[in-house]
């Protein structure tokens, strides 16, 4: 079945260094959406990635949808202690399934 | 206003008993689902209704039944409950099925004795 794999599993930076989290999907996915949930919280959607190479930006954070539509990455410029949590990508296949799977996150800790 | 509202947040039990969850969303959505968070924050979808009907039902025990009485709520029954139950659950709307942002209730965090 379709997997999502994220890396790194868990990352510390200091606060105002860079943070790259990237999501791998076994399959070719339709979208790609991004999730964060900061500690004791729910997930809380952040943007959708639909076209192979697109390249979304929020500020400090940028998004990027792989060619293939199977791999997706999350950067974020200069973090601050309120980047604190642990982000999902979560991808929606192509097989005609709507169910989204999660990836198995990546928690950073951002130290002042 | 809480967009997704579940009840109740924390629920605290004994192993062989049956218990209920019960979520609520004020957006007009048509699409609910139910998401299971071990301990080791992985999210795995449960089940997802559109409209009142079933569209996803993964690979849970039987023991585990939603329901959906209408399109803005949707219950989760757990029957004979077990140490392996322990988690958060999620509930969670969206505008349909298909590539719509997915809005998330607090969570109820299910404690099995």
């Known amino acids: 079945g379709q997997q999502v794999m994220q890396i790194p599993q868990y990352q510390h930076v200091q606060e105002g260094e860079d943070f790259t989290t990237y999501c791998n999907s076994s399959?070719?996915?339709?979208?790609i959406q991004w999730y964060k949930q900061r500690p004791g919280g729910h997930p809380v959607f952040l943007i959708q990635?639909?076209?192979?190479?697109e390249v979304k930006k929020q500020k400090r954070l940028t998004f990027q949808f792989g060619e293939a539509k199977k791999n997706s990455s999350l950067h974020i410029t200069a973090t601050q202690t309120t980047d604190v949590g642990t982000y999902f990508c979560a991808g929606q296949g192509v097989s005609g399934t709507y169910k989204y799977i999660f990836g198995t996150g990546t928690r950073l800790k951002v130290l002042a | 206003d809480t967009a997704v509202s579940q009840t109740p947040k924390y629920l605290v039990t004994q192993m062989g008993n049956d218990k209920s969850i019960k979520c609520e969303q004020n957006?007009?959505?048509?699409?609910m689902y139910w998401y299971k968070q071990d301990s080791k924050k992985f999210l795995k979808i449960m089940f997802s209704?559109?409209?009142?009907?079933?569209?996803i039902n993964e690979t849970v025990p039987n023991r585990f039944s939603p329901k959906s009485p209408d399109k803005a709520h949707l219950n989760l029954h757990i029957n004979s409950l077990e140490l392996g139950d322990s988690a958060v659950y999620f509930c969670?709307?969206?505008?349909?099925?298909?590539?719509?942002?997915?809005?998330f209730g607090d969570g109820t965090r299910l404690s099995i004795l």
């Open positions: 399959t070719t996915l339709s979208n």
């Open positions: 969670a709307s969206s505008q349909d099925p298909s590539d719509q942002p997915q809005h």
């Open positions: 209704y559109n409209n009142k009907e079933l569209i």
């Open positions: 957006l007009g959505h048509d699409t």
């Open positions: 990635l639909v076209k192979s190479g």
